[in-house]
């Protein structure tokens, strides 16, 4: 049977006019506009930028500095991505500078080598081309007879999160965008300035090691 062809991603959304009044909000000097972003994606902008730096303090120093670049650079913003994809770039951009001040720098390009490690058989999953891609054939043995609030449980979530920071930084950062913040793979691409195709084996192998590790957890537990 013919193997189907890929699909195309959708192209990365533009801004939107909530974006947009965001933005005329934040260049008039509201505060409660930039409290508003700091709220929605603060967070997010930590964990992700925990990817590439030492420590978290290093990288809550990260993200207060990515807020004065969104600050500085808020009047050249001109609406071709979203201002979420927007804000999220000059994090990237604001922790691969520092991780080089750190000597941890990983090249985006790269794709890890051979690390395998703890990777999940890639005929567990669903091929590309499906419109579940990358998702489950059948779930891992037991998962189906575990109680929902198990799998949500807070425990749960710290084995997720702490399998994701032993990943590469660029595997990490993918998961993080994809999984974790719902970002679509143009707007990851566009984001880390790295092909569809690398973008697509970097979040199979990170998912593929984060199931692993789940898996594992699951079954001593």
Not at 35 to 60: F, I, K, P, T, W
Not at 175 to 186: C, H, K, N, T, W
Request: glycine letters at 6%.
């Amino acid at each position: 049977m013919p193997t189907p062809p890929e699909t195309t991603p959708a192209p990365a959304p533009r801004a939107s006019a909530e974006d947009m009044q965001l933005v005329r909000r934040l260049r008039d000097g509201d505060e409660s506009a930039f409290m508003e972003l700091v709220d929605r994606y603060h967070r997010s902008l930590v964990r992700l930028a925990r990817g590439y730096v030492s420590n978290q303090a290093v990288a809550e120093d990260v993200a207060q500095e990515a807020w004065v670049g969104v600050l500085r650079g808020i009047d050249r913003f001109e609406g071709r991505s979203s201002l979420r994809t927007w804000i999220y770039r000059i994090l990237t951009n604001t922790a691969k500078t520092r991780a080089q001040r750190e000597a941890r720098s990983v090249p985006f390009a790269s794709l890890g080598g051979d690390d395998e490690e703890g990777a999940v058989d890639a005929d567990r999953f669903l091929p590309a081309g499906d419109e579940w891609a990358g998702h489950w054939v059948s779930f891992p043995d037991q998962w189906s007879e575990l109680p929902e609030q198990r799998l949500l449980g807070d425990e749960t979530r710290r084995v997720i999160d702490e399998a994701i920071d032993r990943l590469p930084p660029n595997q990490a950062a993918v998961i993080r965008l994809r999984d974790v913040e719902g970002f679509g793979s143009a707007e990851v691409c566009d984001l880390l300035d790295i092909s569809e195709a690398n973008q697509r084996v970097l979040l199979h192998r990170a998912r593929s090691k984060v199931r692993a590790a789940l898996e594992r957890y699951l079954e001593e537990a």
